[in-house]
Each structure stands twice: as C-alpha cells, then as structure tokens.
C-alpha cells in the first residue's frame, strides 16, 4: 500500500525555519514523481514545488523560491521540504504527494495520485 506521512510542522516565530519531512512506504521515489502543496485557511491549495529523483528535476514555485529548498535522503525514502525565513502568510498545511512515473513539471493538485494527511506549520509575527 502506498503511503505517505508528513512530519515536522509546528510553531514557530517568523524567520525562523523548518525542515517538513515525507516519508514513503509500499514505494520508492525511485519510481515515483512527488510534489509538496500547502493549504491555508479559505484558501485554495497551493503547489510550492516538485521532485523527480531518476533525474534530479526539481521545481520551486515562484511565491516561495528563495526560501524553501527540496532535498531528498535515498536510505530514508524520504523527502524534505526546508522552509526558510518563514512568514506569517506562510502558515498553512503543508501535503505531499506523489504519483507514479515522471510527474509534472509544475506542482498541479490533479497530477497527483497519492497524498499524505498534512502537517501544520503555524508563524507567529
């Protein structure tokens, strides 16, 4: 069963950072195309950015480029999204998401087949 599990979120002031963590299991990102979403209250959800481990494709939206980075840990399965210089606007749920194959070159919701519950990220001005 393919699975994913966010972690990592939490409560922080703004400019500080944090390190999201998705980690798979049933799949490899080998295999697999994954993308990180973030969701604020009443709002839609937002794609930040996108990964692609057979080549190293990476994509960062341009609302967040700068300030959030993509990395990947092969042992773990696990990827990471690192959010730097955090906002208050930045507060939010963040997801991933994977698909099989390619994937996407940008972030879209419909893309992507597997998703994981979220985790909140709260920046306090």
């Known amino acids: 069963e393919v699975q994913l599990v966010e972690s990592g979120g939490g409560l922080v002031q703004a400019g500080e950072s944090l390190r999201l963590s998705c980690a798979a299991s049933?799949?490899?990102?080998?295999?697999?195309?994954v993308g990180w979403f973030r969701q604020a209250p009443g709002k839609e959800r937002e794609g930040l950015s996108c990964?692609?481990?057979?080549?190293?494709?990476?994509f960062v939206a341009n609302s967040v480029k700068g300030r959030f980075t993509m990395t990947d840990d092969n042992a773990k399965n696990t990827v990471y999204l690192h959010l730097n210089r955090l906002k208050p606007e930045d507060t939010a749920v963040y997801y991933c998401?994977?698909?099989?194959?390619?994937?996407?070159?940008?972030?879209?919701?419909?893309?992507?087949?597997?998703w994981g519950q979220g985790t909140q990220v709260t920046v306090s001005s």
């Open positions: 049933g799949f490899t990102f080998d295999d697999y195309a």
């Open positions: 998401a994977a698909v099989q194959g390619s994937g996407p070159y940008y972030p879209l919701e419909y893309e992507y087949d597997h």
């Open positions: 990964f692609r481990r057979r080549d190293g494709f990476t």
